[in-house]
C-alpha cells in the first residue's frame, strides 16, 4: 500500500513540474534524509500497532511534540519560545485525556512507536531547515521517491507486491496518495517557511483532534468526558 500510495502520489506530482525539479547534490542529498524519515515513521508505526493498541500509539506518537523543541535546543542550540514549550507539554496532556491510555507496561509496539516519534520530530525539523534552502516540489518528489523503493524493497522480500486490490482498497489509496500526501506535502513545505519547526509541531499535533471528530461523525464513535476535556 505504501509503495503504491507514494509511487503514484510521486508521478502526481513529477509530471506537471517535472520542468521546475532541481538535480542538484544538496538537494537530492536533503531529500534523502527526508525520505529515510518518512520511511521510517510509516514502517514503525504501522509495525507498532501489531504490539500495542491504537491509543496507546496515539498518545506515543504524539511526543514528537515535545521532541522537537527538545532536539532543536540539544542539537542545534535552537530555544524555543516558553508558549512554544506550554503549548508542547498541553498538547501531551491533552492527548492522554482523549485518548484514554492504557498502561500495560512497555512491549515491543511502544518502542517502535517511540522510534516513530522521533522520526517524525526530526522529519519536521529539516523540513524546516531544507525548505528555505531548496526547491520544495523537489524536495517532495524526491522524499516520495526514496520511500517508493524503499517500501517496495519491503514488499518485495515479504511476497506481498501485488496490483490486485479492491475497488474500495484503490479509492483509498488514490485519496491517500493525491490527497493525504501530494497536496498535504506541498503545503507543508510551503507553511514551513514562515512557521518555525516547534510551533509547527503544535498545530500538527491537532490531527488527533480532527481524527477524533470524524471518527464521531462517520464512524459512530463515542467519547467518554475526559475525552471531551483531553
Same mark, same amino acid.
Given at each position: 500500500?505504501?509503495?503504491?500510495?507514494?509511487?503514484?502520489?510521486?508521478?502526481?506530482?513529477?509530471?506537471?513540474?517535472?520542468? @521546475?525539479? @532541481?538535480? *542538484? !547534490?544538496?538537494? %537530492? @542529498? =536533503?531529500?534523502?534524509?527526508?525520505?529515510?524519515?518518512?520511511?521510517?515513521?510509516?514502517?514503525?508505526?504501522?509495525?507498532?500497532?501489531?504490539?500495542? $493498541?491504537? $491509543?496507546? $500509539?496515539?498518545?506515543?506518537?504524539?511526543?514528537?511534540?515535545?521532541?522537537?523543541?527538545?532536539?532543536? @535546543?540539544?542539537?542545534?542550540?535552537?530555544?524555543?519560545?516558553?508558549?512554544?514549550?506550554? &503549548?508542547?507539554?498541553?498538547?501531551?496532556?491533552?492527548?492522554?485525556?482523549?485518548?484514554?491510555?492504557?498502561?500495560?507496561?512497555?512491549?515491543?509496539? *511502544?518502542?517502535?512507536?517511540?522510534?516513530?516519534?522521533?522520526?517524525?520530530?526530526?522529519?519536521?525539523?529539516?523540513?524546516?531547515? *531544507?525548505?528555505?534552502?531548496?526547491? &520544495?516540489?523537489?524536495?517532495?518528489?524526491?522524499?516520495?521517491?526514496?520511500?517508493?523503493? %524503499?517500501?517496495?524493497?519491503?514488499?518485495?522480500? !515479504?511476497?506481498? /507486491?501485488?496490483?490486485?486490490?479492491?475497488?474500495?482498497?484503490?479509492?483509498?489509496?488514490?485519496?491517500?496518495?493525491?490527497?493525504?500526501?501530494?497536496?498535504?506535502?506541498?503545503?507543508? /513545505?510551503? =507553511?514551513?517557511?514562515?512557521?518555525?519547526?516547534? !510551533?509547527?509541531?503544535?498545530?500538527?499535533?491537532?490531527?488527533?483532534?480532527?481524527?477524533?471528530?470524524?471518527?464521531?461523525?462517520?464512524? *459512530?464513535?463515542?467519547?467518554?468526558?475526559?475525552?471531551?476535556?483531553?
Amino acid at each position: 500500500f505504501l509503495f503504491l500510495r507514494f509511487a503514484i502520489a510521486a508521478l502526481a506530482l513529477a509530471i506537471p513540474f517535472h520542468k @521546475k525539479l @532541481k538535480w *542538484d !547534490r544538496g538537494t %537530492l @542529498k =536533503a531529500s534523502g534524509i527526508l525520505g529515510l524519515l518518512l520511511t521510517t515513521i510509516y514502517i514503525t508505526q504501522t509495525e507498532g500497532l501489531r504490539f500495542t $493498541s491504537a $491509543s496507546n $500509539s496515539a498518545l506515543i506518537t504524539g511526543f514528537y511534540v515535545v521532541f522537537i523543541p527538545l532536539s532543536l @535546543k540539544i542539537f542545534f542550540h535552537v530555544r524555543s519560545s516558553a508558549y512554544i514549550v506550554a &503549548g508542547a507539554v498541553l498538547s501531551v496532556a491533552g492527548l492522554y485525556l482523549l485518548t484514554q491510555y492504557s498502561p500495560t507496561g512497555i512491549n515491543v509496539g *511502544d518502542l517502535l512507536t517511540l522510534i516513530c516519534a522521533m522520526a517524525c520530530a526530526w522529519h519536521v525539523i529539516f523540513i524546516g531547515k *531544507d525548505t528555505v534552502r531548496y526547491n &520544495g516540489i523537489s524536495l517532495v518528489v524526491f522524499q516520495f521517491l526514496v520511500v517508493t523503493l %524503499l517500501c517496495g524493497g519491503v514488499a518485495a522480500f !515479504r511476497g506481498s /507486491m501485488t496490483l490486485e486490490l479492491s475497488e474500495m482498497v484503490w479509492t483509498s489509496l488514490l485519496i491517500n496518495a493525491i490527497f493525504c500526501s501530494a497536496i498535504v506535502f506541498v503545503i507543508q /513545505m510551503w =507553511a514551513q517557511k514562515i512557521v518555525e519547526p516547534a !510551533r509547527a509541531g503544535v498545530i500538527f499535533v491537532s490531527e488527533a483532534v480532527f481524527g477524533t471528530f470524524f471518527a464521531c461523525w462517520l464512524g *459512530d464513535e463515542r467519547l467518554t468526558l475526559l475525552s471531551w476535556f483531553g
